[in-house]
């Protein structure tokens, strides 16, 4: 069974850092394409965030381009997403997904088959 478990969520004041980390298991890691996603209240899920499987291949929202970096260690089968300069804007609950299909569309949540529980991220300006 496949498991992504979300942790390293918090309450930060704005220009602070967090990092995230999602821990997968049931999967083999280093085929999958993985991503970040979050959903603020009344909003809709959106993409963060996504690495694929070689790990070369980044993507970044332009909200959060030159401040969040996404990362993933292999052997760890684990996700990392650093994010600095915190703002208000980002406060969200922050996801985990993966998939062994990666398509184009790194920013559709829907295109991910496996997607973790989330984490809390408030960030108070």
């Known amino acids: 069974q496949v498991h992504l478990v979300e942790s390293g969520g918090g309450s930060v004041q704005a220009g602070g850092s967090l990092r995230l980390s999602c821990a997968t298991s049931?999967?083999?890691?280093?085929?999958?394409?993985t991503g970040w996603f979050r959903q603020a209240p009344g909003k809709e899920r959106e993409g963060v965030a996504a690495?694929?499987?070689?790990?070369?291949?980044?993507y970044y929202a332009d909200s959060v381009k030159g401040r969040f970096t996404i990362s993933r260690d292999n052997a760890k089968n684990t996700l990392y997403l650093q994010m600095d300069s915190l703002k208000s804007e980002d406060t969200a609950i922050y996801y985990c997904?993966?998939?062994?299909?990666?398509?184009?569309?790194?920013?559709?949540?829907?295109?991910?088959?496996?997607r973790g529980q989330g984490t809390q991220v408030t960030v108070s300006s």
């Open positions: 997904a993966a998939d062994d299909l990666c398509g184009g569309r790194w920013y559709r949540s829907a295109d991910y088959y496996y």
């Open positions: 049931g999967l083999t890691f280093r085929n999958y394409c």
């Open positions: 690495v694929y499987a070689g790990g070369t291949m980044t």
